[in-house]
């Protein structure tokens, strides 16, 4: 494993691109997100033997959920393959796993799939692999609104944070996005209040290794300050 300060600790993929990388291939959205899956899965263990120790990947958003009812369906079985075949393989690894979103959105078989996978994570690994399936930012925040407001008392940042679905998490670091759209897409917008972001034009389905590499190696030129100077940081 790498040991640097240079390396993210928390990346956030924003896996974009996989309809279209099917519709230049003559292929049918559904192979799309078949190769997404494949490309998620080579990502994030490449991610954990460099080094990071939180990988947070964006697979169903809350709008995503309008899409057509068939691809809908397949994607569920996607999820249902992955939960089933590769989440255990994970476990063994000393990675724990975490859904992000709301579940009651879900199939009732994929809620059961997600919530053993969850209970035979182990608690203290030094790597986590959230999956965001079902998940909007700001549905997110309000639910923490909401838990506050019955508790009935001011919170600080950090009690905040303790509300959302990531408590207990480093923040993201570095937030990537594929497929060349240049927006967050209502994905961890609290945490990402510090993160450096990164566009690719490269769509998600072609999105490997060697662009994890080629990203986080940007990351390393960059200056983070958190809005003080370059020698108050060097300082430090």
């Known amino acids: 494993m790498e040991n ?4 993210p600790r928390h990346v956030g993929i924003i896996m ?3 309809g279209r990388w099917a519709e230049k291939k003559g292929k049918s959205r559904s192979e799309g997100h078949k190769a997404g899956l494949n490309t998620m899965l ?3 263990e490449h991610a954990f033997q460099r080094g990071v120790n939180v990988v947070t990947v964006y697979a169903l958003s809350t709008e995503n959920l309008h899409r057509p009812k ?3 369906e397949f994607l569920f079985s996607l999820f249902r393959q992955y939960f089933t ?3 255990k393989k994970l476990l063994e690894k000393g990675i724990s796993f975490r859904m992000l979103g709301d579940i009651s959105l879900l199939p009732n078989d994929l809620r059961d ?3 053993r996978a969850e209970a035979d994570s182990k608690s203290g690994n030094p790597y986590v692999f959230n999956v965001a399936i079902g998940y909007g930012s700001r549905s997110e925040i309000l639910r923490a609104v909401n838990l506050a407001v019955k508790a009935g008392k001011e919170l600080s ?3 905040f944070s303790s509300l959302l679905y990531t408590s207990g998490e480093c923040d993201p670091d570095f937030i990537i996005r594929t497929g060349g759209e240049k927006r967050l897409s209502n994905f961890l917008l609290w945490q990402s209040a510090y993160a450096e972001l990164y566009f690719s034009d490269v769509l998600f389905p072609d999105f490997d290794n060697e662009e994890l ?3 986080i190696a940007e990351y390393a030129l960059r200056h983070r300050r958190f809005g003080k100077t370059q020698t108050q940081v060097e300082t430090v």
Do not use: H, M, P, Y
Request: charged letters at 40%.
């Open 157 to 159: 940042e950090e009690e």
């Open 4 to 7: 640097t300060q240079r390396l």
């Open 16 to 18: 974009d691109g996989n």
């Open 213 to 215: 590499d080629k990203a």
């Open 113 to 115: 799939l997600i919530r």
């Open 85 to 87: 075949d590769n989440v």
């Open 42 to 44: 080579s990502l994030v």
């Open 70 to 72: 068939a691809e809908i």
